[in-house]
């Protein structure tokens, strides 16, 4: 979705966080013609930081693009900001019950309408104690596999100045940098056709994953160390939603 076809509430938003984020961050985005488009495009950024939504959802914006994220339900059921959230079309994922199947049925149907969808591919921030990346949850490559849409890596560097998940620090100063490069699309190609077993979807994952990570340690600077072991628990399929 162009930003050209907004409703009311999304405008709300935008009313209400972007000036914030102008003021807050001081920012360099680069890339942002990989998202201009306007097919449906899968959209997998790092995490580093609970204000990770906050930097993607600017950098998408900037990029002419309506962010759609999937998002913890307990979210969703806090008083005006879970309404707020549903008037805006983000998307509530049931994590590890019977429910979860229902998100990836509304990313589908979001990547259908030509929407740009976000999935965070570790489901939580990263537990590396450096920030870089760990292995992913196959959520992002089993909807890619479904739909054909295109799988965009998004890098960040700078959230975890406004807030530090190891420390909990938050910096209310202004102007704090923060870097968003995207990719282009992965190359997912070699799997065209295959069937959604274990070993395809950890294959493609895994894909995703380096690329991610190559595109942070550009920004970074330096050499990226592997990725972390796959993270145990919740089932191969499961979207990543923001923690």
Request: net charge positive.
């Amino acid at each position: 979705m162009g930003r050209r076809r907004l409703g009311f509430w999304q405008w709300f938003a935008v009313g209400l966080v972007k000036p914030v984020m102008t003021v807050w961050t001081r920012r360099t985005w680069r890339g942002m013609e990989h998202l201009r488009h306007d097919g449906g495009v899968i959209i997998v950024p790092n995490h580093i930081s609970h204000a990770d939504p906050l930097v993607s959802a600017h950098f998408i914006y900037d990029a002419g693009r309506w962010p759609r994220f999937l998002g913890k339900v307990s979210v969703f059921r806090v008083p005006v900001i879970g309404w707020l959230l549903h008037r805006c079309r983000q998307i509530p994922v049931e994590r590890g019950t019977a429910h979860a199947g229902r998100s990836l049925e509304a990313l589908v149907a979001a990547l259908d309408e030509g929407g740009a969808v976000v999935i965070y591919p570790e489901g939580t921030t990263t537990r590396h104690p450096d920030l870089w990346p760990m292995r992913g949850k196959t959520g992002a490559a089993r909807l890619a596999l479904a739909t054909g849409a295109p799988v965009v890596p998004m890098a960040m560097w700078g959230p975890q100045r406004l807030f530090d998940p190891r420390t909990k620090r938050f910096d209310p100063r202004p102007r704090i940098p923060v870097t968003v490069l995207a990719g282009p699309p992965v190359d997912l190609g070699r799997w065209q056709g295959a069937s959604p077993d274990h070993r395809t979807l950890e294959e493609m994952t895994d894909e995703i994953m380096l690329r991610l990570r190559d595109l942070l340690a550009e920004i970074r600077g330096g050499t990226a160390p592997p990725l972390f072991p796959r993270p145990a628990g919740g089932p191969a399929g499961e979207p990543g939603a923001a923690a």
